[in-house]
């Protein structure tokens, strides 16, 4: 069975960065697509960022020039580089892959703070 395990979220101050990394456990999986959702309280979840096989990607306006997703095919992991975060940002970060033979897989989510 296929899991995704979240690292990386915490409390930084505005302005910070913070690197989030999603790994998928098993070997020899066909990815069709990567992704980063978030959820703050009492808000749905969103998109923040998402590449796809052939390395495509696209943004949430909100961090455009700011968030970079990208991804380490040999490990299965998918990374979100956040800069620049602004208190706005905080939420609890899911990864998202959309793997063949699998269908749609969710992390268990890192809730990410951005406070003085």
């Known amino acids: 069975q296929v899991q995704l395990v979240e690292s990386g979220g915490g409390l930084v101050q505005p302005g910070g960065s913070l690197r989030l990394s999603c790994a998928a456990s098993?070997?020899?999986?066909?990815?069709?697509?990567m992704g980063w959702y978030r959820q703050a309280p009492g808000k749905q979840r969103e998109l923040v960022a998402r590449l796809t096989n052939n390395g495509n990607t696209n943004y949430a306006d909100s961090v455009k020039g700011r968030f970079t997703i990208s991804r380490d095919g040999a490990k299965n992991t998918v990374y979100l580089q956040m800069n620049s975060l602004k208190p706005e940002d905080t939420a609890v970060y899911y990864c998202n892959f959309g793997l063949v033979f699998y269908g749609t897989l969710w992390g268990q989510g890192t809730q990410v703070t951005v406070s003085s």
């Open positions: 098993g070997s020899s999986l066909v990815v069709n697509a």
